[in-house]
């Protein structure tokens, strides 16, 4: 299976380093002096320095020439996946779409296979989640991630053609609770990192994840998904790392909030907009979601870290 990734930030280059060991893979990016860059340097020096691109791996800004391949990975950032898709329909009508993105759309409250369907309706969609930093497998490191296909023969095929050297992949069709535990996870490692920015310390942080995956697993049972897949990589696993690592966006934005640091806002933080979608999603539901409220109010500026705090441990004593 000839596959290519489309993006070319940190993620979607290091997925291409990885498949690459497969068989050609091509990558793309919009940005033409970026992918200039890259054909000449062979690396990624702007998110991936010193990491070396294998020959196997064709770069290029020509979308009609990397949309050749029937299977795309979508490695672009889950605000603009509609704007690609729908700006560029003809180019990915019956193909393979494998979603790679973690999070809510703001405007729609839908997630990544939600959103390809709307957009192409005649596309194959699944997902690919799990607790994986770019850095980690561009280097070859290990890890292993969750690939959800409704279809089920065909999410077998792509367990096949995309479990690579360095990753393992398991199977679900269970792509609601894929979606969620990989978009939850990232509002979760916000509080965390605003937890210990703010010197709370590492219990607050252990005691913040588990009331945390209670929420994720709250909203994701109301919809629908199946609980064994948040407790898997998708949910607990991806959970445990973006709320314990610096290397997590989402983790440094938290850390920024508790010291009370301004955060640059040219960095893609995928947990901000999908707080405010999950919350918004949360109230229409009616459900109890305050730790995910509490992390909107500390981003609208709306609460102080002191403020937070105080909110949620004056919640009403319950059963766990």
Same mark, same amino acid.
């Given at each position: ?10 993620? &979607? ?163 609601? &609770? ?143």
């Amino acid at each position: 299976m000839i596959v290519s990734v489309l993006g070319s930030g940190a993620f &979607g280059t290091a997925l291409a380093i990885s498949l690459a060991g497969n068989g050609p893979v091509t990558l793309w990016g919009r940005n033409s002096d970026q992918i200039r860059a890259m054909q000449d340097s062979r690396q990624n020096e702007s998110r991936l320095p010193g990491v070396p691109l294998p020959e196997g791996l064709k770069v290029t800004s020509d979308l009609a020439d990397a949309t050749q391949s029937q299977t795309l990975l979508l490695a672009v950032p889950m605000q603009k996946l509609r704007v690609l898709l729908s700006e560029n329909h003809a180019m990915f009508k019956g193909k393979t779409l494998v979603a790679c993105c973690k999070g809510i759309e703001l405007n729609t409250g839908l997630g990544p296979i939600a959103v390809i369907r709307e957009c192409l309706p005649d596309a194959q969609p699944a997902l690919l989640t799990g607790p994986s930093f770019a850095a980690d497998i561009a280097r070859g490191l290990p890890t292993a991630l969750t690939l959800a296909c409704c279809d089920e023969a065909l999410g077998r095929d792509l367990q096949q053609a995309l479990t690579t050297a360095n990753i393992r992949l398991y199977r679900t069709q269970d792509t609601v &609770g894929a979606e969620l535990g990989g978009a939850l996870k990232n509002v979760m490692a916000i509080a965390c990192g605003a937890v210990i920015g703010a010197g709370m310390g590492d219990s607050a942080r252990a005691a913040l994840m588990t009331r945390g995956y209670a929420e994720m697993q709250r909203m994701a049972l109301a919809c629908g998904a199946q609980p064994e897949t948040l407790a898997g990589l998708s949910g607990f696993g991806d959970l445990t790392l973006t709320c314990s690592s610096e290397l997590s966006r989402n983790y440094q934005l938290g850390l920024s909030i508790g010291h009370g640091r301004a955060f640059d806002p040219s960095v893609t933080v995928e947990g901000a907009a999908t707080a405010r979608a999950v919350d918004a999603k949360a109230r229409a539901m009616l459900l109890d979601m305050p730790i995910t409220h509490t992390v909107v109010g500390l981003l609208d500026h709306s609460l102080t870290i002191a403020q937070a705090t105080a909110q949620l441990l004056a919640r009403p004593l319950k059963e766990e």
